[in-house]
């Protein structure tokens, strides 16, 4: 798998723990609801990290896009 492929798989798994967590906190008042990433606190947990893991992978393809640029200036 490509760096690209990676990183937006990353973007993809960040993206879905957002909304998993989303889900959660919107339901946390429904009687019989379990909440997939186990209770508020790892909601909250899960909703910061999202935007870190998400900029973390976009920096990788940023890199990977220099990287090939830098490459095909080489070969020139």
């Known amino acids: 798998m490509s760096a690209i492929g990676s990183a937006l798989s990353g973007m993809q798994a960040a993206s879905l723990q957002l909304d998993v967590a989303a889900n959660d906190v919107a339901n946390t008042n429904t009687p019989g609801f379990v909440p ?25 393809v940023r890199a990977a896009d220099q990287t090939t640029r830098s490459l095909l200036d080489v070969l020139a």
């Open 36 to 60: 997939a990433l186990g209770g508020l606190v790892e909601d909250m947990v899960a909703v910061a990290q999202a935007p870190i893991l998400y900029a973390a992978n976009a920096q990788v």
